[in-house]
């Protein structure tokens, strides 16, 4: 018989003993072979052991350590009565704090403190029920107390509910620069990449700081309704935060102006507070947005560099760069659609379109998995699987007309998802520009189930973007 008696504070020696001989013992418990069996039965009371950890730390069982968690800047102290084993088991830190001593008082801040009973139950029962606005201080408590795996676990539970729509992306973002998380930074920055529209009509906005403006305006994966949108909403910051000038200034240099029609950047440079403050630091790209319009597109490149990202759409949903596409039942059958958009963002351009056709396959099978009959030596091969198929999207032009001389397209699909009655997006597939498909749509997608992440109501919101890239041309001498 094994006697477990009591550890006497600081002999860790002796605990780390117990817990080995208790590894072998199970182990040979497993390997015992019970009336000739050749394999042992498990019997399993995890479930049960669970419960009595849980009493345990309720009750204050034979605790020997207290914990005085005493909110920043309040007398509130809340009192936990707990083990120096469990808490040692997962963190080095605890280890240390307890080793000589049964009492300690933990200074943390208030949403740290109000959590703290749910991080002292992780550490007695390995689960905790998280909601949005604990992430962050049980995040910080994890980090801490040196728990890495529920540091991981709600770094896991932020990525997974940003993707959905549900959590606060700018603050979560800020949280992750100031802990050094780069996954949960980029999972932040591509949300509010994807989501910029939804973001900037939200009170998120104002809470957005120099540094993640910076980090967002240069991107070509924006999603908003134009170019004219994104000059609005960093207007309405540049008057909430109040920059100084120099911040301003390269702020209001990141906006596309040749992406905004003449009639529009007129308008602006009547109305805008913004620019009026600050038009001499742009009025070189408004020169230029101007003289973009004026001229074809291929005149333009003869004189002027058109490689630059002034000159590249970012994913705009406004008709004349896209369509949404709702499929109902995507899972049934193979769909298909037509739409329209405008051949070039030059106002030379604004009257000429493109038609596009859009052809979906729930279940396309790639060549090495289309249904065979037999081999060259007549061996029957098993037929594929439906199943064994996943979706595809091709979108090709209705013809190949002189139109398009000078431009390549790149086209974007992006695959949206509800969140408090709006509808946010989730996915983005870009397909090559000399590619009628995006090799991984959908490719992780299981349209059969009706609650699939990638579906809303049983119906896949899919909203398809075709952005004017112009070649590059030899210039004329001046």
């Not at 860790?12 to 019970?34: E, M, N, P």
């Not at 800020?174 to 802990?179: D, E, G, M, P, Q």
Request: proline share 6%.
């Amino acid at each position: 018989m094994l006697r477990l008696g009591y550890t006497k504070p600081g002999s860790w020696a002796s605990f780390w003993a117990i817990l080995t001989l208790v590894g072998l013992v199970a182990r040979a418990a497993q390997k015992t072979d019970v009336g000739g069996e050749s394999t042992g039965t498990s019997i399993n009371h995890s479930q049960t052991l669970l419960q009595r950890l849980q009493e345990l730390l309720r009750q204050g069982n034979a605790s020997d350590v207290v914990l005085r968690v005493q909110a920043a800047g309040t007398d509130e102290v809340r009192v936990f009565h707990a083990h120096r084993l469990l808490l040692g088991l997962h963190s080095e830190l605890f280890r240390e704090l307890l080793s000589n001593q049964s009492e300690v008082v933990l200074q943390e801040p208030r949403d740290g403190a109000a959590v703290f009973d749910k991080f002292i139950r992780y550490l007695y029962c390995g689960e905790v029920i998280v909601l949005l606005a604990q992430a962050i201080p049980l995040h910080r408590l994890a980090t801490k107390y040196g728990v890495s795996s529920l540091q991981r676990g709600v770094a896991d539970y932020m990525r997974a509910h940003l993707a959905g729509g549900a959590g606060p992306a700018v603050g979560w973002y800020h949280y992750a620069v100031s802990t050094g998380d780069e996954a949960l930074r980029q999972s932040c920055l591509q949300f509010l990449a994807w989501n910029l529209s939804a973001v900037a009509g939200s009170a998120e906005w104002g809470a957005v700081s120099p540094e993640l403006l910076a980090q967002l305006l240069p991107r070509s994966d924006l999603v908003l309704q134009d170019e004219l949108e994104l000059f609005h909403a960093l207007e309405a910051w540049l008057g909430r935060a109040r920059p100084p000038p120099a911040v301003a200034e390269r702020a209001l240099r990141s906006i596309r102006y040749p992406m905004i029609p003449p009639a529009q950047l007129f308008q602006l440079q009547a109305r805008s507070a913004a620019l009026a403050r600050h038009g001499p630091a742009v009025a070189d790209l408004l020169l230029q947005a101007y003289q973009f319009h004026a001229a074809s597109p291929l005149h333009y490149a003869k004189f002027f560099d058109v490689n630059g990202s002034s000159f590249l759409p970012r994913n705009y949903l406004a008709p004349a760069w896209g369509a949404p596409w709702v499929i109902n039942n995507p899972a049934r059958d193979d769909r298909s659609t037509s739409f329209q958009t405008q051949l070039g963002p030059s106002g030379h351009d604004s009257g000429r379109r493109v038609t596009w056709n859009v052809l979906f396959s729930p279940r396309w099978l790639p060549v090495s998995l289309r249904p065979v009959y037999a081999d060259a030596a007549g061996t029957a091969l098993p037929l594929a699987r439906p199943e064994d198929g996943r979706p595809r999207l091709v979108v090709t032009p209705a013809s190949s007309g002189g139109d398009a001389a000078g431009v390549s397209f790149q086209k974007t699909v992006l695959v949206g998802t509800r969140q408090h009655g709006r509808l946010l997006v989730r996915h983005a597939y870009s397909f090559h520009q000399s590619s009628e498909e995006a090799g991984d749509f959908l490719a992780h997608a299981d349209l059969q189930r009706r609650n699939s992440e990638y579906l809303v109501e049983n119906a896949l919101h899919l909203h398809l973007i075709v952005k004017p890239v112009y070649h590059p041309l030899i210039r004329t001498p001046k």
